[in-house]
């Protein structure tokens, strides 16, 4: 099994920035493209970022386009998302995830393609 361990979350106000990093445990880590989604509260599941396992390829929401950008360092095993000019409807709870395929330059938003979760950290942007 796969530890995901988002960190970094919290309370800003609209136009500021976060950074959030998601710390994987295993051996296997860099040979995964990586997502993160995000929940609000009586809402589905969105998919926000992913990122190939050698950092050729990134995918981004139209919605959040332009605004956060998706990094990992493999030598930490840890994914970034980091988060510019946040907007109240940017709340959510952001989760990272592990991707089913190995070696893959091949991105999905669909949250079935991912096998492994964290537990998410709460974003809250205040208007």
């Known amino acids: 099994q796969v530890q995901l361990v988002e960190s970094g979350g919290g309370l800003v106000q609209a136009g500021g920035s976060l950074r959030l990093s998601c710390a994987a445990s295993?051996?296997?880590?860099?040979?995964?493209?990586m997502g993160w989604f995000r929940q609000a509260p009586g809402k589905e599941r969105e998919f926000v970022a992913a990122?190939?396992?050698?950092?050729?390829?990134?995918a981004y929401a139209d919605f959040v386009k332009g605004r956060f950008t998706i990094s990992r360092d493999n030598t930490k095993n840890t994914v970034y998302l980091q988060m510019n000019s946040l907007k109240p409807e940017d709340t959510a709870v952001y989760s990272c995830?592990?991707?089913?395929?190995?070696?893959?330059?091949?991105?999905?938003?669909?949250?079935?393609?991912?096998?492994?979760w964290g537990q998410g950290t709460q974003v809250t942007v205040s208007s």
């Open positions: 990122i190939s396992w050698n950092v050729v390829s990134t």
């Open positions: 295993g051996r296997t880590f860099s040979r995964y493209a």
């Open positions: 995830a592990l991707d089913r395929s190995y070696y893959t330059q091949l991105l999905s938003s669909n949250p079935e393609q991912y096998n492994y």
